[in-house]
């Protein structure tokens, strides 16, 4: 069983910057692979990014490639979302998500998730 509570999120105006955190509770979180997703209201939630369990792979969505930087720290078991340069359209509320298979964008790989942080960014 992995709890996870994110932070950091809160209103920026456009490109400024926020750095998300989501502290993990439970044995598994060194051994799983971590992602950020978002959801804008009315709109599905999708991918931003995931990091393996040892941060040797990272992977983005194009639409934040260059801006968002993923990173995690296992000794405090965090994951991180850095990001810069936000848009207005990067509003959103940000999940994070722990999946024991692997490293993957698919959400339906993902067994647990954080209860989200909103962002908001004003133009």
């Known amino acids: 069983q992995v709890q996870l509570v994110e932070s950091g999120g809160g209103l920026v105006q456009a490109g400024g910057s926020l750095r998300l955190s989501c502290v993990a509770s439970g044995r598994t979180f060194s051994s799983s692979a971590m992602g950020w997703f978002r959801q804008a209201p009315g709109k599905e939630r999708e991918f931003v990014a995931a990091?393996?369990?040892?941060?040797?792979?990272?992977y983005y969505a194009d639409f934040v490639k260059g801006r968002f930087t993923i990173s995690r720290d296992n000794a405090k078991n965090t994951v991180y979302l850095q990001m810069n340069s936000l848009k207005p359209e990067d509003t959103a509320i940000y999940y994070c998500a722990a999946a024991a298979r692997g490293v993957t964008g698919e959400r339906d790989w993902y067994d647990y998730w954080g209860q989200g942080s909103r962002v908001t960014v004003s133009s």
């Open positions: 990091i393996s369990w040892s941060a040797d792979k990272r």
